[in-house]
């Protein structure tokens, strides 16, 4: 060990108290490796006083900082900016250290810097580490402003930040990598984030995360008086309402979204909607049915004010029946009908409890109901939703019949009746009982009908009789 200062205690104010100092750099040791651990002297602390020593082997030559030359303070100052960002890194992934490395490279003052020469190779060693002076207050962080010294081998880094439709990307949140430790970093109200001294040839990386996985990554390679710029989509949310025909929310369904020429699958919440982020402003989202993807529409994104509504065409289905009541309202069962579903006819018998039953048909199909036996008894339903009981009543046949009967009541077969019913004429012949019978649909209740009976004339009636004389005699 190569001793360098003594520390009266009262002094300084140990920023970790009540931690131990030597035994939190011992929990150190194991942490970060020897190039690691080497930039922190040892404590060794006395009731009093407090040592500090630097971890080598051998004798060694202890200077401020400020002693150094020119060339070989810009080395030095590379090599505490290197070996910070990796401890931070490295620390702040570790729970129980994590909370120190903010106090960690605090020292009183400037003096605390010091530089070891050991070998002919000069290596920087912090004392007073986590410490703040008890005795001088000040706002000035000795080591961030050795760090921000100008150096021939750096460059002031300033980048400006831009958002694809043109607008200044400020007070936009970002990260930043350098020397392999991440930070997390916001731009100013003009857009702009000053990063400080940046070793020329070194690399900085500037990008966001979503889903935790980094995006819109920007690489930069720092040059003397070289610009950086930054162009971050403008990003936003959006929400989707998907509806049917009637207007109705759909929970559960299945819609595609494309972004960005990436397509990917979606499934609404209970109340029909997507909810949506990360949306680019003056971007398309084309939103497809995942069940219908011929069923599609674009919509432009904006800044503001996406509330999209998506409607689909969903065919819903009910179940239906058919009960027949007759003349007297009671279920008619074992009678027959015609029933066209959709543009499809088909027969059917109605059960013992005068019912046919239909299944599910679609909601707004057409029903069309004809009693078999009477074509002129006929409906037309529309199915709804919910259970649809469609009443279909038999109309009791209608008809005009004539009989006719001599003189003598005797019956009169064969005898060719005309009716005529709004100037048209339709003939029948009775039958043998003398009847003939014309169906009521050849024309309306309560209209005049005119019968014209085609009585036989009296020569035939004697032919008639000779005949059946002689058909007498024969026999």
């Excluded at 401890?87 to 400037?110: C, R, Y």
């Excluded at 819609?255 to 997507?274: C, D, F, K, P, R």
């Excluded at 993807?293 to 509330?307: H, L, P, Q, S, V």
């Excluded at 009791?396 to 060719?416: A, H, T």
Aim: proline share 4%.
């Amino acid at each position: 060990m190569l001793y360098i200062s003594e520390t009266k205690n009262k002094s300084v104010n140990f920023l970790l108290h009540p931690l131990n100092y030597t035994q939190f750099y011992h929990k150190l040791k194991t942490v970060l490796d020897d190039q690691e651990i080497q930039i922190f002297a040892k404590p060794d602390v006395n009731p009093d006083t407090t040592s500090w020593l630097a971890d080598v082997k051998g004798p060694g030559k202890v200077v401020d900082f400020e002693q150094l030359p020119s060339e070989e303070k810009d080395n030095m100052a590379d090599h505490l900016e290197q070996f910070k960002d990796r401890i931070v890194a490295k620390l702040s992934g570790i729970k129980e250290l994590a909370p120190a490395v903010k106090h960690l490279f605090t020292v009183p003052d400037a003096n605390d810097i010091k530089a070891v020469q050991q070998n002919d190779v000069w290596f920087p060693v912090l004392i007073q580490w986590a410490c703040t002076s008890n005795n001088v207050t000040s706002n000035i962080d000795p080591l961030s402003t050795l760090l921000f010294r100008p150096r021939n081998n750096t460059d002031f880094v300033s980048i400006n930040f831009m958002y694809t439709n043109g607008d200044i990307a400020a007070g936009k949140e970002f990260y930043i990598e350098y020397n392999g430790r991440e930070s997390r970093e916001k731009t100013n109200a003009e857009g702009v984030y000053n990063r400080g001294r940046c070793k020329l040839g070194s690399t900085l990386l500037v990008y966001d995360k979503l889903n935790n996985d980094r995006v819109y990554i920007h690489d930069f390679n720092v040059a003397k008086g070289a610009r950086y710029l930054v162009n971050f989509p403008l990003l936003t949310g959006a929400t989707v309402t998907v509806i049917d025909q009637n207007k109705r929310p759909l929970p559960g369904e299945r819609i595609l979204l494309t972004t960005n020429g990436e397509e990917v699958e979606y499934s609404t919440n209970e109340a029909g909607m997507l909810i949506l982020d990360n949306l680019e402003v003056g971007k398309e989202l084309l939103i497809r049915d995942g069940s219908n993807t011929a069923d599609a529409r674009k919509y432009m994104i904006n800044r503001e004010g996406n509330e999209l509504v998506f409607q689909v065409n969903r065919n819903q289905f009910a179940p239906a029946k058919i009960t027949v009541i007759n003349s007297r309202n009671e279920n008619e069962a074992g009678h027959e009908l015609l029933v066209e579903i959709d543009g499809v006819q088909g027969e059917y018998m109605t059960n013992a409890g005068g019912e046919i039953g239909l299944g599910k048909l679609r909601v707004d199909s057409q029903v069309k109901v004809t009693n078999k036996s009477d074509s002129t008894n006929t409906a037309v339903y529309t199915v709804a939703e919910g259970d649809n009981d469609f009443i279909f009543k038999l109309v009791p046949s209608k008809e005009v019949k004539v009989r006719l009967v001599d003189g003598k009541n005797r019956v009169m077969p064969g005898i060719k009746v005309d009716f005529t019913y709004n100037g048209a004429t339709q003939s029948l012949v009775t039958n043998d009982a003398g009847v003939c019978v014309m169906p009521h649909s050849s024309f309306i209740d309560r209209e005049k009908v005119k019968v014209f009976i085609h009585m036989p004339s009296r020569k035939v009636k004697k032919e008639k009789k000779e005949k059946v004389k002689e058909e007498k005699k024969k026999d």
